[in-house]
Structure formats: C-alpha cells, structure tokens
C-alpha cells in the first residue's frame, strides 16, 4: 500500500486554491510581453512533451517536509492534571497553558521524516519487535536514518510547540492511547496495534501521523555518547506519557519489544541548510 496516498487531498485542495487565487488583471502588460507569452504558449501547444518538468520534490515518497524554527528549550505548564493524587498524579497532563514559551534562541530545521510509522509488508500495521538496532538499518538500508531527538520533536509539536501532536489537551479518542485493561505483562504484550490510517486525528503541524501511541518510536538523542543515545518517543497504546518531549529511555540498542517501531528520517533536498 502507498504510505502517502492518505495525503493526495492535501494535493487536490492545493491545486484548487491556486486555481482560485490565479485571476489578475492584464490590461496594463506591455504587448510585446503578450506576444512572448503568445509565443511561449504556442510552442508548448505545438510540442507538449517540452512543457516544463514539475518541480522536483524536497522528499522521498513515503516522507514529509519538515522546515522552520524549532526551540530547544520549551516551558511548556501543565494547568490541569489527569489522574488523581497518587503516584501518578502528575504522570498525564489533561490540558496546558496556551502558548508555550521558548526559553532561548531558535534554531532552524530542515528535513524530511516518514508521514507514517513504518508499516509490516504488504501490511498498514505498524512494524514492531524492532530494535534501536534493527531500525537504524533499515532506515539506511532505505537511504534514511533514524530521527534525531530534536527532529522528532519538532516534527511532532511543530513551531507552536504544542506539548501533544494533535494540541494542547489530552485527547484519548484521538490516537492509540490510554489503553488501561488487557495489556498483558512484560514479555507477553497484548498486541493492540491498530492500521497506520486508523487514526486520522492524530495528526501533527506538520501533517505527521501517530506521534503519540500505537507504537514507540526509536530515536537518537543529539550528541550523546554510544551507550545513552537510544530512546524511545511518542510512547504506545498504555496510558503513557506521549507528550512530544516525553521519552522512554534505558532499554539499550538491542531491546525490542512488541511496542517498540520504527520511523526515519532524510535529508532534504533545496531550501536553506538547516
């Protein structure tokens, strides 16, 4: 199944609106303009193959553009808490401050992450049992990488810096989260993974699909040593943290478990470096 066939919409709406906002007045165009825009229309009536090529996108199939200012250090105040007085009590937020506030300088981000978690073959479900390891080659064996902490970020709450992907509260309806009964134990998880489109709603700014629940994600945090660069991100279906700066770390490069997936992340082409 083409992994990105949910997103030809956003395509249609785009061709649509330019459409829309294409009339202008050309009373005022110097003729000899009109005459070699007369010329230049008569050639590719005349030879439509040499039309010229559309422009080449910045991503893989399968990935998304993500570019903008992204804020390393966010404070972002949780104003209502989900669970009662207990240990976990401030485990889950239900709702935070709008907006968030960045506590320093931003640093602009360019590049290219997959619109969906990686998906079995010929399968919408959601690859798991991957390891830090498994999922670093099979991004490179694809010409990818696994995401870098910051980029995950960023592609989850994007420049408003919403602490979840899909806003500012709590939203179990939303994603394949805060599934509290029948999980099974440690090395016997109750596999309730549900289809990459299951889940429409759980959508980030940038149009990326469950970063918050179905299944973890493996990244690699920015700059750290062998041995501490392995996390996990957007948690699973338990009742989790899946903020987009939450994570899970300490399982190691070989752990793999049947709640822990795979996304990648690419370089982008054009545009500004980030």
Not at 115 to 133: I, L, Q, V
Not at 193 to 213: E, L
Request: with cysteine; proline share 6%; glycine share 10%.
């Amino acid at each position: 199944m083409n992994r990105v066939a949910a997103f030809a919409l956003v395509s249609v709406l785009g061709v649509s609106l330019s459409a829309a906002c294409g009339k202008r007045e050309v009373a005022d165009v110097p003729a000899s303009v009109s005459l070699q825009s007369a010329s230049i229309s008569a050639a590719v009536a005349t030879h439509p193959a040499r039309a010229l090529p559309a422009e080449p996108t910045a991503c893989p199939e399968g990935m998304l553009l993500v570019d903008g200012e992204y804020c390393p250090d966010v404070e972002q105040r949780c104003l209502e808490w989900m669970d009662p007085p207990g240990r976990y009590h401030q485990f889950r937020c239900a709702k935070y401050a709008q907006p968030a506030t960045c506590k320093g300088a931003r640093v602009h981000e360019r590049f290219c992450i997959d619109a969906t978690e990686r998906t079995e073959e010929g399968s919408d479900m959601p690859r798991h049992f991957a390891s830090w390891t498994d999922a670093t080659k099979v991004c490179e064996s694809q010409g990818a990488r696994l995401c870098k902490t910051s980029e995950w970020q960023f592609a989850c709450e994007g420049e408003e810096m919403r602490p979840y992907p899909y806003g500012w509260e709590r939203d179990s309806s939303a994603c394949n989260v805060d599934i509290d009964h029948g999980l099974g134990h440690v090395g016997r998880l109750v596999d309730h993974r549900t289809p990459a489109s299951a889940h429409p709603r759980c959508v980030s700014a940038f149009g990326v699909h469950d970063m918050a629940g179905n299944v973890d994600e493996w990244a690699t945090v920015d700059g750290a040593p062998v041995g501490s660069r392995e996390v996990m991100k957007g948690s699973w279906w338990m009742p989790g943290r899946h903020a987009c700066r939450s994570f899970q770390g300490g399982h190691g490069a070989h752990y793999g478990g049947a709640e822990s997936g795979i996304r990648c992340c690419a370089e982008a082409s054009g545009g500004r470096p980030g």
